[in-house]
């Protein structure tokens, strides 16, 4: 099975909750694609956005670690992979949506939209950035297109939501293939 087969596969075939939310890990990541798709992004960001969470796919048991108190650091696991099969510029959003969620939270108005999920797992990522980490975040490469992908990521919890099918991606998934 080829890679892109496989990433579908596994959309399909996991049905599990998204941590502490109420669609599953499939609805999310492709909500967070459409939502990139609907402010016109560029098709990388809306590869990333439908990628971002996908090392939650290759942790055992996600929750548990949440109920154990700990992160599996889902954004590295993905990253790494991920990296061997697609672009880099899909790539770098995933591996810091994370940080850019750390970043944000440093606003008030933007922790207070934040899920309830979202709040427990911003602490065991470490919790707010404070303000060097935060300048060092801003010069990053992928800082922009990393806090639109944390924006995203943060809306796209809707259930009953009708969304796209997996499938419908995979054009893209496969145009951006090394």
Not at 101 to 112: D, F, G, M, Q, S
Request: aromatic fraction near 10%.
């Amino acid at each position: 099975m080829n890679i892109i087969d496989q990433i579908i596969s596994n959309y399909l075939n996991n049905k599990s909750l998204y941590i502490g939310e109420k669609v599953t890990m499939s609805e999310h990541m492709i909500q967070t694609a459409m939502l990139a798709e609907k402010t016109n992004c560029s098709s990388n960001l809306v590869c990333s956005s439908l990628l971002h969470d996908y090392g939650h796919f290759i942790l055992e048991n996600p929750d548990k670690l949440i109920t154990q108190s700990k992160d599996g650091g889902h954004e590295d696991v993905g990253y790494e992979f991920l990296e061997k099969y697609f672009v880099k510029d899909v790539l770098g959003p995933i591996k810091y949506h994370v940080k850019a969620k750390k970043y944000l939270a440093r606003e008030e108005k933007y922790y207070k939209l934040l899920s309830e999920a979202s709040k427990i797992s911003l602490k065991l990522q470490g919790g707010v950035m404070n303000n060097e980490e935060a300048e060092k975040f801003e010069n990053n490469e992928f800082f922009k297109n990393s806090i639109k992908l944390r924006k995203f990521d943060e809306i796209a919890k809707e259930s009953g939501l009708i969304i796209k099918s997996i499938n419908e991606y995979k054009n893209l998934l496969t145009s951006k293939l090394l």
